[in-house]
């Protein structure tokens, strides 16, 4: 199959999509990201003796994404900002590792972790992004740095980087990230032997006072954005995933990001479409020019990203054969899609949603419901919730069961605004919403004022959010028609995980948890399970070298949500270890990190500053939660510092860590450019207030004989 995809290639045809072969060429496997394997080794008979083969501990401690790649008998991947690495695919010998020199001060606009989805690997050399921004091509042998290019278009914004970078041709594409922040999205295309700049692509038009329109299409696009926009927020739209080149089609496709600010009635008052947000777009990759575009949420008010990953496949679709996309975003729909037109084929609800009722299939445009999910005038329960009923996750295609197999996510959130205009956050986050998940509605009322809380309780979403707070599951899925064949429910909403699938019948995925599950792919049964110790939220992917098959999965806690560690996760009890885990047939066992010793009452803290009153600690409340807790959930056995727990050391340097920046190479930025040290000193207070009542708490606790884990609330109001 290999050499027969060789040829092809070589004629000038497009490789197959029908799952990879002994190669796994890129994060998605093979042409069409089908995260699906031809291979048979490892099958259901035999599935019960799958073992470790070996393992590489990373020495980092936060989220692992990304997906393997395997060429030439080289297991190479990314790590934690846009670290690389290379080893012996069959012996796990180490054959080089690379880490960039990062800013660590971007940790200010990266909302949802330092992770990284991968590399790419052409013309002997290995690509791979930083979380800040520089693109390196480094030597597939050696490791060493070929060329390296800023692709950042303004650094006084929010821009970073989280994704794989994608090859188009003789062209090297990645995408960025930040539309929470102040970025105007755009991908970006570097030639592949020296990092020159070739084009960049933008998804929001700028603000018309600066002049003309980049291209054509955005003179289109402004057409559909109120010419008041705050221009000034940047408008979103950043492309941090879903870069797919199609051979096929000879497009680059992309899928768009979500509006900022969330609320379309901040964002663009007049309201209308905002392209490209929420979209599907085809690029000619040699000039980037925009050939086609499918939106799939017009006039974005939800945080309903459209860059999830794409699968390039066949389908025959009302009897006739297709070259399709399958696409899941944030919005709960599964679309197929037609790659050459971008026509609109079939669209389906995987879950429950408010926000529309349907697709109407003369326009491909959804019906929206406002009185539902409008929450301009008030708060709103909107399913699904912002997190998706699908994210960054890998999903796989089989082309024998015929069944796209995924993480799926069925829950909703509150939803609210505050009143008026807010003044631009420069590199800050301007999202303007708090988030309470359907899990948590509930609980949370009880401190909301009372009129608010008799509000939402009159939703006729509160009841539903009431009889099924929300569910996740991996799915067996009919791409045609949504509906579901089989569901395997998870530990709960934060338990989601890449999959992949072989020839031979398999699903295999990791979960929260720490185990590794091999299931029958027709049914869902498990036919392995493998403890680990460690979360699994990437993707696997396999290969086989010298007739032996392998099976690779990155393991770490992390990504959206990164400081909320669920207590059914495996960081929660063991630490978040990142690791490179291989198995084969008939390894061995994998050794679990060690328990993490038994939790603390918090220490003592120092005695409240002269002056300081409870407007000053209210104060640093708000401070806080504006600034500092997407970072820090201040809860127990986050992967970041419960700043509840504060020793005496870090009280007296609580100025110089948040003003003078001496923890930025840890990764805590500094912020003198947006507090003074009054408010970083009502922060302190805050969080003086907040340990002194903690320790109260958890002494009450041991004296009664109770855990001092108890269930908290997770409210992102800075999400």
Known sequence: MALAALAACALGAAPPMVGAGSEW???????????????????????GSLGLAWQAELGTARGMEATPVMVGGVLYTSGVAGRAYAWDAATGKQLWAFEPDVDMQLNRTACCDMVNRGVAVARGKVYVATLDGWLYALNAKTGAVVWKTDFIENRKKGDNSTGAPEIAGDVVVIGMAGAEYD?????????????????????????????????????????????KSRWDVGGGGAPWDAIAFDPETGYLLVGTGNGGPYATSKRSPAGGDNLYLGSLVALDPKTGRMVWHYQETPGDNWDFTSTQPLILTHLKVDGADRSVILHAPKNGFLYVIDRATGHLLKANPLVRMNWAKGIDPATGRPILTPQESDYTAGPKIVFPATPGARNWHPASFDPATGLYYAAVLDLGNLIFMTPGQKPLKARGLNNDAALIFTTDVKDALAAFPAPMADAVRALPAYAEALRDPGTAQIRAIEPLTGKTVWAANTAGWQDRAGVLTTASGLLIHGDVGGRLYVRDAKSGRVLKQ?????????????????????????????????????????????????????????????????????????????????????????????????????????????????????????????????????????????????????????????????????????????KAGKPLDGPSLTILSNY
């Open 25 to 47: 060429t890129s994060p998605g496997g093979d042409a069409g990201k089908t995260h699906h394997s031809a291979l048979t080794q490892i099958n259901a008979d035999n599935a």
């Open 183 to 227: 970025v105007r999205g755009y991908v970006t295309a570097l030639d592949l032997e020296t990092g020159k700049l070739r084009w960049r692509w933008h998804v929001v038009p700028r603000d018309p006072a600066l002049g003309p329109q980049e291209t054509p299409e955005l003179d289109a696009a402004m057409k559909t954005w109120d010419p």
């Open 530 to 702: 493998i403890e680990t110790g460690t979360p699994i939220m990437a993707a696997p992917m396999t290969y086989q070298v010298n007739g032996v098959q392998y099976v690779a999965v990155m393991a770490g806690w992390g990504g959206g949500g990164f400081p909320f560690v669920p207590r059914y996760a495996a960081a929660y009890d063991r630490g978040n270890l990142n690791r490179l885990l291989v198995f084969k047939l008939g390894g061995g066992a994998v050794e679990q990190p060690p328990l993490l010793p038994p939790l603390e009452v918090a220490p003592e803290p120092p005695a409240q500053g002269s002056g300081v009153t409870a407007e000053t600690i209210a104060r640093g409340q708000g401070l806080f939660f504006g600034n500092c807790a997407i970072c820090h959930a201040n809860r127990h056995r986050s992967i970041t510092p419960d700043l509840r727990r504060m020793q005496p050391e870090t009280h007296a340097m609580f100025r110089q860590i948040v003003l003078e920046g001496a923890l930025v190479p840890g990764g805590m930025p500094r912020w003198d450019d947006v507090l003074s040290p009054g408010d970083a000193d009502a922060i302190h207070a805050y969080l003086i207030d907040q340990q002194k009542q903690t320790r109260a708490d958890e002494l009450a606790k041991v």
